[in-house]
């Protein structure tokens, strides 16, 4: 069985896809199968439920909703994966699948071939990592501390991934079939300076000067409206070099 948390939620077994209607009985599986191997208590699985607004009968409602999701992820010749274990319950993974720990895995192998100079390689790894991703964490499921904290750390992660990719991809010469994909990066990720960094690198080595001082301009523009500050550094020094038609800029990437 595997556990995807990486859109939807969902539970595959084998060639069919599971899914809860019901928001509260996402949000608590959500929250049990990104802490697996951990005891939450009634309290904290409370607290995620109702977030600081639990109804009198709560508690009860919690137990009928482990109830469920009991029956939900059903008998699979051993016990089933939810366990009560006080003061709460607990998500046994077992051989069971998790799509973020894949993702984590082909993201570590990716950080550890840059590291030996492997961009080929290391592109694959960063590719299969996002790969796994199906469209936004845990859509919709709820706003409890477990689910939230957790969303804003994998998006953090995501963007990192993404980053390194296009890192290497230029470490390897792909300037021309980064740029319209580097262009809906920068438009997502207004306040993201790493993403025009790249932009105008790539937009520079391709012959489109011009191109990468407009980029600069849109970079500094989102910054000073929407933070009140200037480009970093690293952005400033690069503007320069484009204005200089650093040479250096173009082989690096050749």
């Known amino acids: 069985m595997r556990y995807e948390l990486l859109g939807s939620l969902r539970v595959v077994r084998g060639d069919s896809c599971h899914?809860?209607?019901?928001?509260?009985?996402?949000?608590?599986?959500?929250?049990?199968?990104?802490?697996?191997?951990?005891?939450?208590?009634?309290?904290?699985?409370?607290?995620?439920?109702?977030?600081?607004?639990?109804?009198?009968r709560a508690t009860a409602a919690l137990h009928v909703y482990i109830s469920q999701l009991r029956s939900f992820l059903g008998p699979r010749g051993r016990r089933n994966p939810i366990v009560t274990r006080s003061p709460g319950y607990l998500l046994e993974l077992g051989s069971d699948e998790l799509d973020f720990h894949v993702f984590?895995?082909?993201?570590?192998?990716?950080?550890?071939?840059?590291?030996?100079?492997?961009?080929?390689?290391?592109?694959?790894?960063?590719?299969?990592?996002?790969?796994?991703?199906?469209?936004?964490p845990l859509s919709g499921v709820g706003e409890g501390r477990i689910v939230s904290g957790f969303v804003t750390w994998l998006e953090e992660l995501r963007l990192e991934c993404v980053e390194m990719m296009v890192a290497?991809?230029?470490?390897?010469?792909?300037?021309?079939?980064l740029i319209g994909f580097l262009y809906s990066l920068v438009s997502e990720h207004p306040l993201h300076e790493a993403f025009y960094e790249s932009l105008m690198t790539a937009l520079h080595r391709t012959g489109r000067r011009a191109d990468a001082l407009l980029i600069y301009q849109r970079a500094r523009d989102a910054l000073r409206r929407d933070l009140g500050l200037e480009p970093c550094r690293r952005l400033r020094e690069l503007h320069q070099a484009i204005l200089s038609d650093d040479d250096g800029l173009v082989l690096a990437g050749r």
């Open 104 to 136: 984590q895995q082909f993201f570590r192998e990716g950080r550890n071939l840059v590291r030996v100079q492997d961009h080929e390689g290391a592109v694959v790894r960063f590719e299969a990592a996002l790969g796994q991703w199906r469209g936004s």
């Open 168 to 177: 290497s991809s230029l470490a390897l010469g792909r300037d021309h079939e």
């Open 19 to 56: 899914t809860l209607s019901a928001r509260k009985k996402e949000a608590l599986l959500a929250a049990l199968v990104i802490r697996s191997g951990q005891v939450l208590s009634v309290d904290q699985l409370v607290d995620e439920l109702w977030v600081d607004n639990p109804p009198c």
